[in-house]
């Protein structure tokens, strides 16, 4: 598991930031990269779930554009790194 995955899902999971002090105290950039990658993992959680039934995929992608511009974005950036 990537370390700022791991350490978003456990300041989630116990509610707590990841360093003693308040937001402003956390190092540089740090609450945004967790935040960015919490916005991924909840994305691609969405779709799984969500996002898969068979019939249902393109009125789904319209109801949730904003969850599958994430997950359509990341699936073509690993696609890219695959070439």
Known sequence: MPPLLEL???CEQYQALPYSGGVM???AGLMTKIRKVMNIYHAFKIWTA???KPG???KWKK???SVWNIV???NELR???NE
């Open 8 to 10: 978003g899902l456990n």
């Open 25 to 27: 105290e956390q190092p």
């Open 50 to 52: 969500q996002g898969q």
């Open 56 to 58: 249902e995929v393109a």
């Open 63 to 65: 109801e949730n554009e």
């Open 72 to 74: 359509s974005e990341v």
């Open 79 to 81: 696609a890219k790194q």
